[in-house]
C-alpha cells in the first residue's frame, strides 16, 4: 500500500510527459495531469468521458505554486488557506494567464486546492508541477476511495494507479467562491459553510439543503455519483419497493459514515440487488454534505 520512491520517481515521468498518474487524497481519488500542459488534460477529459464544460481543480503542494496557477490572491484565500490547508477545500480564484482554457472549461476563474495526503504531496512537490485532477472515475460513477475502485472504473486508460490506502475523509472537498464580492458555496464538503464562516464571516450559498436539483456550479449535475443499482434515500420508517433489496448499514457519525459511504455503495451496487437504500441521516449542518450526495445518488421515492 506503500508507495515506493521508484514509484513515484516513475509517475513525475509519467506527468512530464504529458501521461495521466491516478492518486490518493484525503478525499477521494484524483485522476492527475500537468495542469500547464493543455493536450494531458484533454486526456482526462477523453479518459473519464466527461463534458468539456466541466473544470477541473488543480493540486498544489505549497503556496508558491499559487502563483502559477491564480491571478489574484485575496485576502479571504489567505486567511482559509491558512486554516484549512492542507485539507479538503478548493477555493475557486480568478485564473492565471498560464492555465489553459481546457482546465477551467473556459471560465475565467480556476478551482484550486492543497491536497492532505503525503502522497499527493510528494508526487506535485517532486513533479514540480501544478495538478489537474477530477475524481478519478468514468462521468456520472461514484468517486473512489481505493486504488482498486480506480482499477475497476479506468483500468488500463490511466498510465499508473499510485496506491496509498483507503482515503479517510471519503468524500469530495468542498468548493467555495472567493473570485467576487461574496464568497459563495458551490460544494459542500466536510469542512461546513459554519466553519468557512467562522474564518471569514458571512457566505452565500448556492446549495439549497432541501433541493435535489441545484445546480450549484457547472459539472454539478443533479443526478451523479450514481450506483447502477436504483438507490433510495429512505426516510424512517419508509420502505424501498417491491423485490430483493438492501437497506446499507453505516455508523452514526458523520466523519465516519463520510469514509465509508463510496465503498459501501460500490460494493452493494455489484451484488446484484433490485433496489439499495439508506436511512436518511439528521438534516443538521454536520450531515449537509452527505445529504447532497446521497440526493444526488439516489431516485425519488
Ligand atoms: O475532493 C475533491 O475535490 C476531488 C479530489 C481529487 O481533489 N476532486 C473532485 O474533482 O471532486 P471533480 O472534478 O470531480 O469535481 C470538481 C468540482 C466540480 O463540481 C466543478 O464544477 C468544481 O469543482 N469547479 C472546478 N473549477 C471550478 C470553477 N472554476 N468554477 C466553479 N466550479 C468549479
Ligand atoms: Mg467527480
Redesign the pocket.
Given at each position: 500500500m506503500d508507495v515506493s520512491d521508484a514509484e513515484l520517481a516513475r509517475a513525475v515521468e509519467i506527468l512530464k510527459r504529458g501521461g495521466l498518474v491516478a492518486f490518493p487524497?484525503?478525499?477521494?481519488?484524483?485522476?492527475?495531469a500537468n495542469a500547464l500542459d493543455d493536450s494531458a488534460v484533454r486526456r482526462i477529459y477523453a479518459v473519464k468521458g466527461?463534458p468539456a464544460t466541466?473544470?477541473?481543480?488543480?493540486?498544489i503542494a505549497h503556496l508558491e505554486m499559487i502563483r502559477s496557477v491564480a491571478a489574484e490572491w485575496p485576502d479571504a484565500a489567505q486567511r482559509l488557506s491558512e486554516r484549512f490547508w492542507p485539507g479538503?477545500i478548493?477555493l475557486?480564484?480568478k485564473?492565471s494567464a498560464k492555465v489553459p482554457p481546457s482546465?477551467?472549461?473556459g471560465?475565467d476563474?480556476?478551482?484550486i486546492?492543497m491536497?492532505a495526503h503525503p502522497v499527493a504531496t510528494a508526487l506535485i512537490d517532486r513533479a514540480g508541477l501544478p495538478l489537474a485532477?477530477?475524481?478519478?472515475?468514468r462521468f456520472t460513477e461514484i468517486?473512489p476511495t481505493t486504488a482498486e475502485h480506480v482499477r475497476m472504473s479506468l483500468g488500463n486508460a490511466v498510465d499508473l494507479i499510485l496506491d496509498g490506502g483507503p482515503t479517510r475523509?471519503g468524500?469530495?472537498?468542498t468548493?467555495l467562491?472567493v473570485?467576487g464580492a461574496t464568497p459563495i458555496l458551490?460544494?459542500p464538503?466536510m469542512i461546513s459553510k459554519r466553519e468557512i464562516e467562522s474564518v471569514i464571516g458571512p457566505v452565500n450559498s448556492v446549495v439549497q439543503p432541501s433541493s435535489g436539483t441545484a445546480h450549484?456550479?457547472?459539472?454539478?449535475h443533479a443526478r451523479h455519483y450514481s450506483p447502477r443499482t436504483p438507490f433510495y434515500l429512505l426516510e424512517p420508517g419508509q420502505t424501498g419497493p417491491q423485490g430483493r433489496g438492501l437497506v446499507l448499514q453505516l455508523p452514526h457519525e458523520p466523519e465516519q459514515f463520510a469514509a465509508r459511504l463510496y465503498a459501501e455503495l460500490r460494493r452493494a451496487d455489484e451484488e446484484g440487488w433490485d433496489w439499495l437504500g439508506i436511512e436518511s441521516p439528521p438534516q443538521s449542518p454536520e450531515w449537509l454534505a452527505i445529504l447532497d450526495r446521497l440526493r444526488r445518488a439516489s431516485v425519488p421515492r
Open positions: 487524497t484525503e478525499t477521494v481519488y484524483g485522476l492527475g466527461r466541466s473544470p477541473l481543480i488543480v493540486h479538503p478548493t475557486v480564484l485564473k482546465v477551467t472549461a471560465l476563474t480556476v478551482g486546492r491536497p485532477a477530477p475524481s478519478a472515475n468517486s475523509v468524500i469530495e472537498s468548493v467562491s473570485a458551490l460544494r464538503g450549484a456550479s457547472p459539472g454539478l
